[in-house]
């Protein structure tokens, strides 16, 4: 569904990504992995089109995605939730949502639907956003991402700051948008626990690269956790 090969970006003068490759096939769970600073929030934003890709190419359904920008990717099927989750704190739960299905999203049906998977959302709707817990704006976010119809979702760090008993919860409800919706989904988490719960295959990353990739049941090996994710 998704190839990126050999792509280069840079915060300005810095390089962040020198030469990544990846793959991931419709409907897979992939995890990136790694410590603080070597990339992985510049790639998912390289993949999503916020950061420019200087080098190399990014393919989406054997389709040259590499010089579009982030808006015309999101109407070809990416979605992102980015790390801190970014909802409207102003703006209802109800209003958040809708602004997911801007330029067009899913089908008339799809906030129903967002409505079953996430019941929490459900009995919140007239709640502004800035008065829910950290948890419930993570799922907001990622309700709010899926109005738009994705067929893949870039997922940053989604269980950072949250309490355990949601993490649970998030865990079972991407596991469910995974099978119900037929979701592709690229996740960077350092939560080895949740990393190894969900996904199907994972790729390490170490300045700015991917060094390996390995069976989600890896993931606990001494050796990875100390190589990238040790302090």
């Known amino acids: 569904m998704l190839e990126a090969d050999g792509i280069h970006a840079a915060y300005g003068q810095v390089p962040v990504l020198n030469g990544v ?3 991931v096939a419709f409907r897979e769970r992939v995890v990136i992995i790694g410590r603080n600073g070597v990339g992985k929030t ?3 934003r390289t993949l999503m089109g916020f950061l420019r890709c200087r080098r190399g190419r990014i393919r989406l359904m054997d389709r040259d995605i590499t010089p579009l920008p982030a808006y015309a990717r999101a109407r070809l099927g990416i979605g992102y939730v980015p790390q801190g989750r970014e909802i409207f704190p102003g703006l209802t739960v109800r209003e958040n949502l809708k602004m997911g299905a801007v330029g067009g999203g899913g089908p008339p049906s799809r906030f129903d639907e967002l409505l079953e998977i996430f019941p929490r959302l ?10 829910l817990s950290g948890g419930e704006q993570q799922i907001l976010a990622i309700a709010r991402a899926l109005m738009g119809d994705p067929k893949l979702l870039l997922l940053d760090e989604p269980t950072e700051g949250i309490q355990p008993s949601i993490v649970d ?7 469910g948008i995974n099978t119900r919706l037929g979701v592709t989904m690229i996740l ?3 939560n080895l626990e949740f990393a190894c719960e969900f996904a199907q295959r994972a790729y390490t990353m170490l300045k700015g690269q ?6 989600p049941e890896s993931l606990n090996d001494p050796r990875i956790i ?3 994710l040790g302090v």
């Open 21 to 23: 490759s990846l793959r």
């Open 42 to 44: 510049a790639l998912l």
């Open 122 to 131: 459900g009995e919140r709707l007239e709640q502004r956003g800035g008065s």
């Open 169 to 175: 919860e998030i865990l079972n409800q991407l596991l």
């Open 188 to 190: 960077v988490e350092q």
């Open 210 to 215: 991917i060094t390996e990739e390995l069976e």
């Open 226 to 228: 100390a190589e990238y």
